[in-house]
């Protein structure tokens, strides 16, 4: 495509819906697709620059997965750390009192906010779960187990569901509410190594 000096000089608004067609046209077209999905948005990221990229630009999309995965590991313990603090409190007020008033107030903390701190954990996970996949396009043994994980959360957090809307008639769900997260942190450790 040729356009004059002259006509870019005198008649710039004219010129201006023919450039940005022509460039449409490159930057509209589709990216192949035998791309992964990582690779299908590097490409379309490239064509939207319209000047060379360097590969610090486009890493951001490469780690998403693995801080979501971090962020998951970090939130579920925040959720997890519930049970040994309140194991801890009889303890702590016998030969500790006066670390009673700190420990009871991490304790009714963490109880107030249990289950938003466990909602968010199986969000962050699956999120996790879910960017990996679509980066990598495929699943391998560690991705099973991660999955088998993060199934584990979610039934376990549908016991703790049913056990906050009904304590008295649920107690009895309460340890295989904690069984099962602690099995979830298994596969999770697996995962994490697998990985």
């Not at 008033?101 to 909602?119: A, F, M």
Request: charged share 15%.
């Amino acid at each position: 495509m040729s356009i004059a000096y002259l006509s870019i000089k005198n008649e710039p608004k004219l010129c201006q819906p023919l450039v940005l067609a022509f460039l449409g046209k490159f930057i509209s077209t589709d990216a192949p697709s035998q791309l992964t999905w990582l690779e299908a948005e590097t490409v379309r990221f490239a064509r939207r620059r319209l000047r060379p990229i360097t590969p610090l630009e486009i890493a951001w999309m490469e780690e998403v997965g693995e801080t979501l995965g971090w962020g998951s590991i970090f939130v579920a313990s925040a959720a997890g750390i519930l049970l040994p603090a309140r194991r801890m409190v009889k303890p702590v007020k016998a030969h500790f009192p006066a670390g009673q008033k700190s420990l009871v107030s991490v304790v009714k903390g963490l109880t107030k906010y249990h289950i938003w701190i466990g909602v968010t954990a199986m969000g962050v996970s699956l999120l996790h779960g879910i960017s990996l996949y679509f980066a990598e396009d495929q699943l391998d043994i560690g991705d099973w187990v991660g999955a088998v994980s993060a199934t584990l959360m979610i039934v376990a957090g549908v016991i703790g569901g049913m056990l906050a809307v009904n304590k008295k008639n649920m107690k009895r769900w309460k340890k295989p509410h904690v069984y099962l997260l602690l099995l979830a942190g298994f596969f999770a450790i697996i995962h994490i190594l697998a990985s």
